[in-house]
């Protein structure tokens, strides 16, 4: 089911419930590998990242601990500009932890490469990077993403933690948002 008085929202369903299933359960198998002799700490960039976090946490077969990070990028709604303020940060000291951060969707890459770089400031023993998503952008900076769930194109996404204005996190499908909701 999904909420009511979001017919017309979207223009398209991108990716549904049960592929986002599916997808993450094959990166979990390779997270369980990767990390099979390690204990892993999910760092989760809130809030787009809850659902993800929660489905992955759930489907992972490897003893975890989770932490949450508030972050925001200074500048216009729709961009970053990669100026980076902390609003949460970890209650975990990162010294010697294996960190894997994750997060909903990587567009221009700005707040993850400031993010990592913070993170591997405090001593951690690794830092890598899961994302569901990740738009053409992403894949032209250089940041090593390890786990990525789709590649989609370069359209304003909604659901599955992913809001415009606060809206349309409880999706359980990540859909394109109609331009005339937002314009
Ligand atoms: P970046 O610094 O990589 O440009 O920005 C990443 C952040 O921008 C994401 O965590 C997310 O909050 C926001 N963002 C980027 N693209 C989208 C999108 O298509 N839909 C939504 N809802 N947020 C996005
Ligand atoms: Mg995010
Ligand atoms: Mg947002």
């Given amino acids: 089911m999904e909420p009511r008085d979001i017919d017309g929202d979207l223009t398209e369903i991108l990716i549904d419930q049960e592929q986002i299933r ?31 976090m929660a489905d992955l946490a759930r489907e992972l077969t490897l003893p975890i601990t989770m932490d949450w ?17 902390i609003l949460k940060d970890l209650d975990t000291d990162l010294t ?4 894997l951060i994750v997060e909903d969707i990587i567009d221009s890459g700005l707040t993850l490469s400031w993010l990592l770089a913070n993170l591997k400031s ?18 032209t900076v250089d940041i090593d993403v390890k786990y990525v769930g789709f590649d989609i194109p370069n359209k304003f996404v909604v659901g599955y933690g992913l809001d415009y204005a606060e809206k349309y996190r409880n999706l359980r499908s990540v859909g394109i948002l109609a331009p005339h909701v937002y314009s």
């Fill in 96 to 99: 010697g932890r294996h960190v």
């Fill in 69 to 85: 990070m508030a972050v925001s990028s200074y500048g216009s709604g729709t961009s970053s500009s990669g100026v980076v303020r």
């Fill in 22 to 52: 599916a997808r993450l359960a094959e990166m979990c198998r390779s997270i369980e590998i990767d990390y099979a002799d390690k204990d892993v700490l999910l760092v989760g960039v809130l809030k787009g990242a809850v659902m993800v």
């Fill in 122 to 139: 405090r001593g951690p023993a690794s830092v890598e990077v899961c994302a569901l998503l990740r738009k053409p952008e992403a894949a």
